[in-house]
């Protein structure tokens, strides 16, 4: 058979076992690798039963001599759990994602990325008549799904309930594939959230909003996965970010300090001094803040806390907008205060 025809054949293999509803391993020159590996499939001593969100499925799992944990085939599973799976012909690997979680596979190869970090399981995925399998351990470590092993049966349940972590928004990066917000806290505190385009924004009331509309000093509940990175902060994907204020101020400025001042004027309202850091290109590293009726007093978490937690030397963040006087230090009306320690 002459190149042309040969690799014709073998994208038509490949594209039969796909629309099937099998991943195949990528078409190879060299047959040898794919000997070895449905030889060393073909030493299966163990057969498990998968039951998945209560319903047994008819594929099955196995346990070759001398694996650490039995496999799973990786269509059948993921399908099951909401996953999308492609064939890259590129990477010759098999790519899925869910939501903001992505992951690939390739046979033989026991390095697994998740969100565009590498993890070994101890054990590759392998391919068995056409079928590409990966270890038990993927359901739950990768995919990040509840996974038991119950004497001979596998029992999956997908994770439907996601954390949800509230906070104030100290920064907002909106850069592509990479964009992001943190909440509760600045520089290495904190949280950040990761973003993308399946990322849901809305209000409280349910008005859809998108990335652009989030502010700084927004209290915004955040619908996360199950994982972070041990990094600091840790950073986490956002699959719902819900906008808690009534009230929305574009253009707000925030800056993080200690409470160097408290200035009481002769009316009885109240204003406070703030030194540290700007948070935007735009806002000040020291600022005077008038507090209103409208100011809000809250916590990282944007609980309302008492104006007695105001004194000097408490570490704050004021939000506030870009009308200032033109003063040294400037002046300007606090939008929100997020009082980060509260002297007891």
Excluded: C
Aim: proline share 6%; charged share 15%; hydrophobic share 40%.
């Amino acid at each position: 058979m002459n190149n042309p025809l040969k690799t014709s054949a073998s994208l038509l293999a490949l594209s039969l076992a796909l629309t099937a509803g099998v991943v195949s391993a990528a078409p190879s020159a060299n047959p040898a690798p794919i000997k070895a590996a449905q030889s060393t499939a073909n030493t299966a001593v163990s057969t498990y039963s998968i039951t998945i969100n209560g319903l047994t499925i008819t594929d099955t799992g196995f346990q070759p001599s001398g694996a650490k944990e039995p496999l799973l085939p990786l269509r059948t599973v993921a399908d099951l759990l909401g996953f999308k799976i492609t064939w890259n012909p590129v990477t010759k690997a098999v790519d899925m994602n869910k939501g903001n979680l992505y992951t690939t596979v390739k046979s033989g190869e026991d390095r697994y990325i998740i969100n565009k970090m590498y993890t070994s399981l101890g054990t590759a995925p392998l391919t068995k008549a056409d079928k590409l399998y990966v270890p038990a351990s993927f359901v739950s470590e990768v995919l990040h799904q509840t996974m038991t092993v119950e004497g001979k049966s596998i029992v999956i349940t997908s994770v439907v309930e996601y954390p949800k972590e509230t906070g104030v928004i100290t920064a907002i990066r909106n850069s592509g594939d990479n964009s992001s917000i943190q909440i509760k806290g600045t520089g290495t505190s904190g949280l950040v959230l990761n973003v993308s385009g399946d990322t849901v924004f809305n209000k409280a009331d349910g008005t859809k909003l998108s990335l652009a509309d989030l502010q700084l000093g927004m209290t915004v509940e955040a619908e996360h996965a199950m994982f972070a990175t041990r990094s600091l902060p840790p950073q986490t994907p956002a699959y719902r970010i819900t906008v808690l204020d009534s009230k929305v101020q574009t253009g707000v400025l925030g800056t993080e300090g200690n409470v160097e001042e408290i200035i009481k004027a002769e009316d009885g309202s109240l204003s406070i001094r703030i030194k540290g850091k700007a948070l935007t290109g735009l806002s000040q590293s020291e600022i005077v803040l008038r507090l209103s009726a409208e100011t809000a007093l809250v916590d990282e978490s944007g609980n309302a806390v008492e104006p007695a937690a105001l004194v000097q030397g408490t570490k704050v963040i004021g939000f506030y907008t870009p009308m200032m006087t033109r003063s040294l230090p400037p002046i300007g009306t606090a939008l929100k205060v997020v009082v980060e320690k509260v002297q007891p």
